[in-house]
Each structure stands twice: as structure tokens, then as C-alpha cells.
């Protein structure tokens, strides 16, 4: 079972460059999400989404983009990198439909930006 | 507001010590709360979930609602209990919460 799946796992960017963090689930759950991890600030919330085409904001949502277009992806965009934003980012997705079901982790991304 | 609270951020003990793991949460509504673990090298995956009322590897948590705590407690302390535990807190159809995270050693 493939579950989360995310890509790269590795990755370093130069400041201002932008990437996108890709996150793909084959477990047909409406709900996805994006968190970052941090040192001493656990995982804060980026941004999430309820199903197909409709997507909101976290925590802290400055300087990311995401979509849903599909069930089965929610790609993260970082539109221009910032030293700031060097963190493991994890996605997550969900079936929402009661709030006390389960998150599914992908692997984890760590990027960093020099 | 929907905030969790974890006021270790590491915690060592001694193998087959009792370990408990804080957990605050503030939430105006009725809160769903879980523990997640993360394992060295490895994913985060749901330890246990206060509405199942289940012991998971030994592990028990109780959701007190007077105190707004949800502290995940084991009587006997194993060395693969060595994780990252996050609490976290479901409070709304539309986002789920985590503490920052509390740093479990357990000392051979």
C-alpha cells in the first residue's frame, strides 16, 4: 500500500527560487494537508483542504501556494525560497468526514534554503 | 481558539520507570484528541485516539475535560518507546492541531 506518498525527500534551494513539494494519497480521503516541522514548534499547520477544488489557509500560509485539482494530489508551491522556510515539511491526508479520524503521514520533505 | 500545549520538550527516564506525557489543550467546543509518535527514520503514525479509550503498546490517555489535559501515560517505560510524541487536537471538521512536541528517552 502506497499510502502518502511525497517528493523528493531531499531538497535545497537557493533564495529566491521557487519549487513545488508534491503529495499524492491512493487511499480516496477528502482531506489533505500541509504542515512544517520545526524545532520546538511541532507541526504547524500551512494549509489544508476539504476535497477536490477547494483549499484554505493554516497556521502560517505566507509564502505557499497549494491547489487541488484531484482527490489524489495537493501539490505545495513555495513561490520565492526564503532561509525562513528551511524546515521537513509533512503532508497528511484523511478521511475528514468525523474529526476524530485518522491522519495519514507521507514521508516527510526536507528542504533547505540557502 | 484551538491551541495544544506540551510543556516538555524532552523527557528522560529510566527503563521500566512510569512515564506521563503532558498535554493541554484549550478548545470552546467538544475536542477529539490523539497521540501521535514518530519513530526515529520513520513516519508520524497515530498512537492512540481519546474517543477509542484503548491502550496501544501499553500507552493509555484520558481526556480530562475539567483540567483541558489529555496526558498519555505508561506504568513501565521501554526502550523502543524512545520517540517525538505529539499531541494533537481535532476540534473542528476542518483542521487538526499538534503541540510542539515532547522528546521521550528512555535511558537502558
Known amino acids: 500500500n502506497a499510502g502518502v506518498t511525497q517528493t523528493p525527500k531531499f531538497q535545497v534551494l537557493k533564495t529566491g527560487q521557487s519549487m513545488t513539494l508534491q503529495c499524492a494519497q491512493d487511499?480516496?480521503?477528502?482531506?489533505m494537508s500541509w504542515y512544517r516541522q520545526d524545532p520546538g514548534m511541532g507541526l504547524r499547520l500551512i494549509h489544508y483542504?476539504?476535497?477536490?477544488?477547494?483549499?484554505d489557509q493554516g497556521e502560517v500560509p505566507n509564502g505557499y501556494n497549494v491547489s487541488r485539482s484531484t482527490t489524489e494530489d495537493f501539490p505545495l508551491r513555495l513561490l520565492s525560497a526564503a532561509p525562513s522556510q528551511t524546515s521537513v515539511y509533512f503532508c497528511?491526508?484523511?478521511?475528514?468526514?468525523?474529526?476524530?479520524?485518522?491522519?495519514?503521514f507521507g514521508q516527510g520533505t526536507r528542504l533547505t534554503v540557502v | 481558539a484551538q491551541r495544544v500545549t506540551q510543556p516538555e520538550k524532552l523527557l528522560s527516564v529510566f527503563k521500566g520507570a512510569p512515564v506521563e506525557l503532558k498535554c493541554n489543550y484549550s478548545y470552546s467546543g467538544s475536542p477529539e484528541l490523539f497521540w501521535y509518535v514518530q519513530y526515529s527514520r520513520q513516519r508520524l503514525q497515530l498512537l492512540l485516539r481519546h474517543i477509542s479509550r484503548e491502550s496501544i503498546k501499553g500507552f493509555t490517555a484520558d481526556l480530562n475535560k475539567g483540567e483541558t489535559s489529555f496526558h498519555l501515560k505508561k506504568p513501565f517505560a521501554q526502550e523502543e518507546d524512545s520517540a517525538m510524541y505529539y499531541c494533537a487536537l481535532g476540534g473542528s471538521y476542518d483542521k487538526v492541531i499538534f503541540g510542539p512536541g515532547t522528546s521521550l528517552s528512555v535511558i537502558p
Open positions: 483542504s476539504v476535497g477536490a477544488g477547494i483549499t
Open positions: 487511499m480516496n480521503h477528502e482531506y
Open positions: 497528511a491526508s484523511s478521511t475528514g468526514r468525523q474529526k476524530n479520524t485518522e491522519a495519514f
